[in-house]
């Protein structure tokens, strides 16, 4: 009988995302040392031989793991087109989307606090995530020019810089909100705070890349609104 190919594609990219699914768990809860490649086939409902089939190592699985983590962060960002938008909406839009992203995606965050414990070595060995990183990247810096040019916007910032602090608003807010909810005695992660910090780190951000001009014509337009 024919062979059908697409079928056993399916399939096996079946398998790969129940064992990345069931890794994602196990390395985001245990960390890459704590976790068990006997616990993710359990969980997977794959056997460890097709595990190594699939990713030769427990090493290239947590380093697929960390890829597919970043995918996700981009696809939550899929819809995020700020390019012909003017300069204040798309920095708005940019900021809020990348807050909600993280928010959305605790897995991420401790995932990547683990990574950074091992020195980014697993991530260094990613083929993709450049190319991940580089199109969102330029879009920041088309859109920084664009403000310079319309005057809103101050000269000289760094895309890479920016997007560092927006993703570190967050990224600190969630990966430390258990510590710092005994520090400051506040609930951070109710709806109402959590929408509260959103609305802090857009205008912490349009505050600094916004010229003093552009910031004092904004708030007498919100003030007129009022």
């Given at each position: 009988?024919?062979?059908?190919?697409?079928?056993?594609?399916?399939?096996?990219?079946?398998?790969?995302?129940?064992?990345?699914?069931?890794?994602?768990?196990?390395?985001?809860?245990?960390?890459?040392?704590?976790?068990?490649?006997?616990?993710?086939?359990?969980?997977?409902?794959?056997?460890?031989?097709?595990?190594?089939?699939?990713?030769?190592?427990?090493?290239?699985?947590?380093?697929?793991?960390?890829?597919?983590?970043?995918?996700?962060?981009?696809?939550?960002?899929?819809?995020?087109?700020?390019?012909?938008?003017?300069?204040?909406?798309?920095?708005?839009?940019?900021?809020?989307?990348?807050?909600?992203?993280?928010?959305?995606m605790p897995?991420?965050?401790?995932?990547?606090?683990?990574?950074?414990?091992?020195?980014?070595?697993?991530?260094?060995?990613?083929?993709?995530?450049?190319?991940?990183?580089?199109?969102?990247?330029?879009?920041?810096?088309?859109?920084?020019?664009?403000?310079?040019?319309?005057?809103?916007?101050?000269?000289?910032?760094?895309?890479?810089?920016?997007?560092?602090?927006?993703?570190?608003?967050?990224?600190?807010?969630?990966?430390?909100?258990?510590?710092?909810?005994?520090?400051?005695?506040?609930?951070?992660?109710?709806?109402?705070?959590?929408?509260?910090?959103?609305?802090?780190?857009?205008?912490?951000?349009?505050?600094?890349?916004?010229?003093?001009?552009?910031?004092?014509a904004t708030?007498?337009?919100?003030?007129?609104?009022?």
């Amino acid at each position: 009988m024919p062979k059908k190919p697409l079928k056993t594609t399916s399939k096996a990219e079946r398998t790969k995302k129940n064992i990345l699914d069931a890794a994602t768990t196990e390395f985001s809860s245990k960390g890459f040392d704590g976790a068990r490649i006997d616990e993710i086939a359990k969980r997977s409902k794959a056997n460890k031989s097709m595990i190594y089939h699939y990713f030769d190592s427990k090493e290239n699985l947590f380093t697929a793991v960390l890829e597919n983590a970043y995918v996700g962060l981009r696809e939550y960002q899929r819809d995020l087109s700020i390019v012909g938008l003017k300069p204040v909406d798309g920095m708005t839009k940019l900021t809020g989307y990348t807050y909600d992203a993280f928010m959305q995606m605790p897995d991420l965050i401790r995932l990547l606090n683990n990574e950074n414990l091992h020195k980014g070595v697993h991530l260094r060995k990613s083929k993709n995530m450049r190319e991940m990183y580089d199109p969102l990247l330029v879009n920041v810096g088309e859109l920084l020019r664009h403000g310079v040019k319309e005057g809103v916007f101050r000269k000289n910032i760094d895309p890479v810089n920016l997007y560092i602090s927006i993703a570190s608003l967050v990224y600190h807010y969630v990966s430390n909100h258990h510590t710092l909810e005994v520090a400051v005695e506040r609930e951070l992660m109710s709806e109402e705070r959590i929408a509260e910090r959103r609305e802090h780190v857009i205008d912490m951000v349009l505050s600094f890349c916004m010229t003093n001009r552009a910031v004092s014509a904004t708030r007498k337009d919100f003030s007129n609104a009022l």
